[in-house]
């Protein structure tokens, strides 16, 4: 205990202060279970997945919505060069990559003053350099949302160029950047809980800055305070009403996303999890055709997240199907939602995120008594004998200085390394553990032509189904591959395209596995038609390919 820093830590407090607000109401929720008696049996039309935009989306009388899904070729790996997506992982130049450093706030007022302002000053290559000698690979800056908005009285060139160079530094040593949208109060705003057309601005403001440059990352937005429930979900990634944002309309990601997209970004995007940033369960998956959205999780041992059992349905369960990275977590006694028993709890999270290759950024590497205890040495806090209270100051700097350069990727090896791009992914949530079969109702673009190959989550590609069926007639197709063992809960199933070209028109996943959805004297049970794809602009018609 030390009690002669006490003006310090008063400084210190207040950026604490905004970190515990966060996570404060937060509110547990269960998760989506539309079970049914009787066998559970899903349809899907292939367009209404979400359609990477090296798939076509045509226009046929016979098929069963009057649009299909056309596949040139097999799938392919992502462009090389910078951060890219390939299906549940991140590369960077190729190689698989897991983002692990730290979340910095010198970014986050407009002008470098106000409680951040120490750590405004301290932006250096030091830093830099200190982060690295930690195993670093990656910065946060958290930016503010008022300062970015041209239509804001906070906004200011100044502030902008502030964050050109603070970028370049980061660069200029190597590492790769988030930049993620910050409203909250050390950033000078008010805590709105979804993002706005003031967001919207911020992302025009930050992409003609940063477009050129595929190792910077774009968050949309730090913490989202939206339940995990079908309402607040829809919120999140639609939009909504003033009355639930401050008096401000909501957007939604989704909207955020086309934006970025609007301005040439090839960048990967991040979209974080709701409820402050804490649950991913239940979450609608953004639809980009170009296949780069991660989402960021902030697994703070509270609440819904404080026993290692939430972990896995809270948010580890989507790292099997897309990129997660932790963007944001710390376990410090300073904190009001502190909790006794992170000294165990915290090592055990880290090892958690670990195994699944959820990369982590570390609460700040500029805060004092958070990571570090002295901007002259960086010297790490720890968790040694961990208690709660402002007079203590453990924390958990030591932990990830000792696990942060052995965070390498669990590479399998039949990964597919294939981008999003040249796939139709669909989200499945299943009601219960049961082996479903799958069948889809196909078409050979050309003569021979071979099936699409099937991923399920990140396990192995194989064939989709048997056969290639007659040239032009639709027929429903499955496979021994298809037979698929599934746990409860939310599932991503990827057809990755096949060599000569195949046309998808419907999916159907059942538990009745000797069903056959194309045989009048065994049909398969009525399905309920899900997807998780957010409504937008139909895309152009086409001729059908033949």
Same mark, same amino acid.
């Given at each position: 205990?030390?009690?002669?820093?006490?003006?310090?830590?008063?400084? %210190?407090?207040?950026?604490?202060?905004?970190?515990?607000?966060?996570?404060?109401?937060?509110?547990?929720?269960?998760?989506?279970?539309?079970?049914?008696?009787?066998?559970?049996?899903?349809? @899907?039309?292939?367009?209404?997945?979400?359609?990477?935009?090296?798939?076509?989306?045509?226009?046929?009388?016979?098929?069963?919505?009057?649009?299909?899904?056309?596949?040139?070729?097999?799938?392919?790996?992502?462009?090389?060069?910078?951060?890219?997506?390939?299906?549940?992982?991140?590369?960077?130049?190729?190689?698989?990559?897991?983002?692990?450093?730290?979340?910095?706030?010198?970014?986050?007022?407009?002008?470098?003053?106000?409680?951040?302002?120490? *750590?405004?000053?301290?932006?250096?290559?030091?830093?830099?350099?200190?982060?690295?000698?930690?195993?670093?690979?990656?910065?946060?800056?958290?930016? !503010?949302?008022?300062?970015?908005?041209? #239509?804001?009285?906070?906004?200011?060139?100044?502030?902008?160029?502030?964050?050109?160079?603070? +970028?370049?530094?980061?660069?200029?040593?190597? &590492?790769?950047?988030?930049?993620?949208?910050?409203?909250?109060?050390? !950033?000078?705003?008010?805590?709105?809980?979804?993002?706005?057309?003031? %967001?919207?601005?911020?992302?025009?403001?930050?992409?003609?800055?940063?477009?050129?440059?595929?190792?910077?990352?774009?968050?949309?937005?730090?913490?989202?305070?939206?339940?995990?429930?079908?309402?607040?979900?829809?919120?999140?990634?639609?939009?909504?009403?003033?009355?639930?944002?401050?008096?401000?309309?909501? +957007?939604?990601?989704?909207?955020?996303?086309?934006?970025?997209?609007?301005?040439?970004?090839?960048?990967? +995007?991040?979209?974080?999890?709701?409820?402050?940033?804490?649950?991913?369960?239940?979450?609608?998956?953004?639809?980009?055709?170009?296949?780069? @959205?991660?989402?960021?999780?902030?697994?703070? #041992?509270?609440?819904?997240?404080?026993?290692?059992?939430?972990?896995?349905?809270?948010?580890?369960?989507?790292?099997?199907?897309?990129?997660? @990275? /932790?963007?944001?977590?710390? *376990?410090? !006694?300073?904190?009001?939602?502190?909790?006794?028993?992170?000294?165990?709890?915290?090592?055990?999270?880290?090892?958690?995120?670990?195994?699944?290759?959820?990369?982590?950024?570390?609460?700040?590497?500029?805060?004092?008594?958070?990571?570090? #205890?002295?901007?002259?040495?960086?010297?790490?806090?720890?968790?040694?004998?961990?208690?709660?209270?402002?007079?203590?100051?453990?924390?958990?700097?030591?932990?990830?200085?000792?696990?942060?350069?052995?965070?390498?990727?669990?590479?399998?090896?039949?990964?597919?390394?294939?981008?999003?791009?040249?796939?139709?992914?669909?989200?499945?949530?299943?009601?219960?553990?049961? =082996?479903?079969?799958?069948?889809?109702?196909?078409?050979?673009? =050309?003569?021979?032509?071979?099936?699409?190959? &099937?991923?399920?989550?990140?396990?192995?590609?194989?064939?989709?189904?048997?056969?290639?069926?007659?040239?032009?007639?639709?027929?429903?197709?499955?496979?021994?591959?298809?037979?698929?063992?599934?746990?409860?809960?939310?599932? %991503?199933?990827?057809?990755?395209?096949?060599?000569?070209?195949?046309?998808?028109?419907?999916?159907? #996943?059942?538990?009745?596995?000797?069903?056959?959805?194309?045989?009048?004297?065994?049909?398969?049970?009525?399905?309920? =038609?899900? =997807?998780?794809?957010?409504?937008? /602009?139909?895309?152009?018609?086409?001729?059908?390919?033949?």
């Amino acid at each position: 205990m030390r009690t002669g820093r006490r003006h310090r830590r008063l400084l %210190t407090a207040a950026v604490l202060v905004a970190l515990s607000v966060s996570h404060l109401h937060a509110v547990s929720a269960g998760p989506i279970e539309p079970s049914e008696a009787g066998p559970n049996t899903f349809s @899907v039309e292939a367009e209404a997945a979400l359609v990477g935009r090296r798939v076509q989306v045509v226009d046929g009388p016979a098929a069963s919505g009057g649009r299909f899904v056309h596949f040139s070729g097999p799938a392919g790996p992502p462009p090389g060069g910078g951060v890219r997506v390939a299906g549940k992982r991140l590369l960077r130049d190729g190689v698989p990559f897991v983002p692990v450093g730290f979340t910095m706030v010198a970014l986050v007022h407009p002008t470098g003053e106000g409680e951040t302002a120490w *750590a405004a000053r301290r932006l250096d290559d030091r830093a830099m350099e200190a982060a690295i000698s930690w195993g670093a690979n990656t910065i946060r800056f958290q930016v !503010s949302q008022r300062g970015l908005d041209p #239509l804001d009285a906070l906004y200011s060139d100044a502030y902008v160029n502030r964050i050109v160079d603070g +970028v370049a530094l980061a660069r200029s040593h190597g &590492l790769v950047v988030i930049l993620s949208i910050q409203d909250q109060g050390p !950033s000078g705003g008010n805590s709105h809980g979804q993002p706005s057309e003031a %967001t919207i601005r911020d992302w025009q403001t930050l992409t003609a800055r940063f477009n050129g440059d595929p190792n910077v990352m774009y968050e949309i937005f730090n913490e989202p305070q939206n339940k995990p429930t079908p309402d607040g979900w829809s919120v999140w990634r639609d939009g909504g009403p003033p009355e639930r944002n401050q008096g401000t309309p909501a +957007v939604g990601h989704q909207r955020v996303l086309a934006a970025i997209r609007a301005t040439g970004a090839m960048n990967v +995007v991040i979209a974080g999890a709701g409820q402050f940033g804490q649950r991913l369960d239940g979450i609608p998956l953004l639809h980009d055709p170009l296949g780069q @959205v991660a989402y960021g999780v902030h697994p703070y #041992l509270t609440h819904s997240l404080r026993e290692p059992e939430d972990w896995e349905p809270g948010f580890g369960f989507l790292s099997t199907q897309y990129p997660v @990275v /932790a963007t944001e977590w710390t *376990a410090v !006694s300073g904190v009001r939602f502190c909790k006794p028993e992170w000294e165990t709890t915290a090592p055990q999270l880290v090892d958690y995120l670990q195994a699944r290759d959820i990369g982590l950024l570390g609460w700040a590497f500029d805060v004092l008594d958070t990571l570090i #205890l002295d901007w002259h040495q960086y010297r790490p806090t720890s968790l040694e004998g961990f208690q709660c209270g402002e007079l203590f100051d453990h924390g958990a700097g030591e932990l990830l200085k000792a696990e942060m350069p052995e965070w390498h990727p669990q590479v399998a090896p039949c990964e597919a390394g294939l981008s999003d791009e040249g796939v139709v992914a669909v989200p499945v949530d299943v009601p219960q553990t049961g =082996t479903y079969r799958l069948w889809a109702l196909t078409r050979p673009a =050309t003569r021979g032509a071979g099936a699409s190959l &099937l991923q399920v989550d990140d396990s192995c590609p194989v064939p989709a189904w048997e056969g290639s069926g007659p040239e032009d007639t639709w027929s429903w197709r499955t496979s021994r591959g298809s037979l698929l063992h599934l746990s409860a809960g939310r599932h %991503t199933v990827r057809f990755l395209g096949a060599a000569g070209g195949v046309n998808l028109d419907r999916l159907v #996943l059942t538990t009745d596995i000797g069903c056959n959805p194309g045989d009048p004297g065994d049909p398969c049970p009525d399905p309920t =038609t899900t =997807t998780t794809r957010p409504p937008e /602009a139909p895309p152009s018609r086409r001729r059908p390919p033949r």
